[in-house]
């Protein structure tokens, strides 16, 4: 026998939400999501300003965030930020997805690429002693890269994708591993620490990372099919699907996880820790000491090419 | 083929630590056991005066507890402290175990008398709304009595028994439902917050459950075999599970939890939170109100009982 939809009860359904136990069909599941958004939104005050950048990555998060966000705010004017890290095939789709998808919904898009801004590219990570690190040294190159695109375009605030399994198991490392100043960096509304950089938010910080990609799929919205060769899986999936086991016994516990890391453990650390940054001597961004982890990086990667060639 | 013991490569193997993946045989499991109590005790400063008191229920980890403290510390003063809640058979077992293990050792034992004490024991709590809560009131009279026990005898620190497992397991769930401030209460070495208490010291809180059970086999201590009737398991063992299934995959997980608890979340919360403590009008102990939660539930349990009669 179908089920039918919890909400409408008129139409069959298509959506089963496992952490609300909800059957609910595509119209009622797109008002939902689309809802958490706009409710998301407007409770943390994300918009401050017309201009609203919207990091756009080619997958499903960044896809269902521009799509939801161009739905329920058209007066706003929004950019899609990309960024091209020049990983062969995987960037190509990255950015074709990306492109599909701001024509068509008719949003500005403003490609940063690493190749003509930095002069490398992620894959000459490898010539660097760095080599079985890739990811990591990505995810400090692309949050800086993100951050000076957004100030290049002139956006307000920067929306991005974060999904609410992805932030809780990366809140999750950082706690079991101590590292509580880099917690502060995923709340929900960061204001700029520094004049180089603008306000970001996370609107599906309460979407699951299931619902984004229900969300992307049943709109049709173009979304990347290649992976990245240098996506290192093995800790993150461990204590991912460890979160997964954990929240079919309590179905809640990612919401309960979010709920006491932003609204108990990140006050704590935020009248604590009032980070004197200086200004990076290469960038002109916030940096701990004379230069910041992303331009050493990348002048170590440039040094590598100069050696390598 | 049998193993041979890690340490002394003499004996056979009887044990086999989960944790470290060692296998050792009794002599020096005992050895490493105590050794991990002593650095415990003086790297947190835990003895703060002459006179000890124990907290010894009956059961395995306290029973651990006296006994490895006797050995380690002969010129100390040791008091064994029994609180005798009146469960029945559970409660004469209980108190037949801690009068045993007092003897063998030599230990003076002193025996709070919920009746003789507070007129009162703790099957009445059934005669109350709470009687779906027994547990969650006896804790509450339990610590209560602990410490006026403490105070009574006069000693100068109090030891308890809390094993790592349990620890771990209640401060997450504490973290879990954002209870930051009753996590103080769990600090390894707990300083008087009101001129009624004496320390709190928890000796083995670096210890896993496992440890202290085998401790307390391998040195045939005498400990309860009846369990407590009223013992509610299911949240509790829930998460122990899915702590120990998570144990599995990242060995060291309680250890690291443990650590990010007591090293990065306690002195934050330590800082911000400076209870301004008022004196109960009933026993004269600490009080976030007029009348201490302790004496509110004995009140309580007291009317539910007269008016019963």
Known sequence: MPKYCRRCRVNKADVYLTYSREYLCLDCFNKFFENRVKKTVEKYRMFKGDVIGVGLSGGKDSAALLYSLRKLYPEKKLV?????????????DSYEQARKLSEML????????????????????????YKNKVCSVCGIIRRWALSRAAK??????????????????????????????????????LPPEHPSQVWKVKPLFRSPEMDNFFYAMYNDLPV??????????????????????WEKVERNIKFQLLSTFTKKLMPLIDKKEDLPYKTCQVCGGPSMGEVCSACRRISMIKEALEKKN
């Open 152 to 189: 290049e375009v002139g956006v307000d605030v920067l929306a991005t994708g974060h999904n609410l399994d992805d932030l809780v198991e990366v809140m999750l490392n950082l706690f079991i591993t101590g590292e509580f100043d880099q917690l502060r960096r995923l709340k929900p509304v």
């Open 80 to 92: 899609a930020i990309h960024l091209y890290h020049g990983i062969g095939e995987y960037s190509r």
């Open 224 to 245: 990347k099919r290649v992976s990245c060769p240098y996506y290192n899986t093995a800790r993150s999936i461990r204590r991912k699907r460890l979160l997964d086991e």
């Open 106 to 129: 008719d949003v500005e898009l403003h490609v940063f690429d690493y190749k003509k801004k930095l002069g490398i590219i992620i894959p000459d990570v490898e010539y660097t002693r």
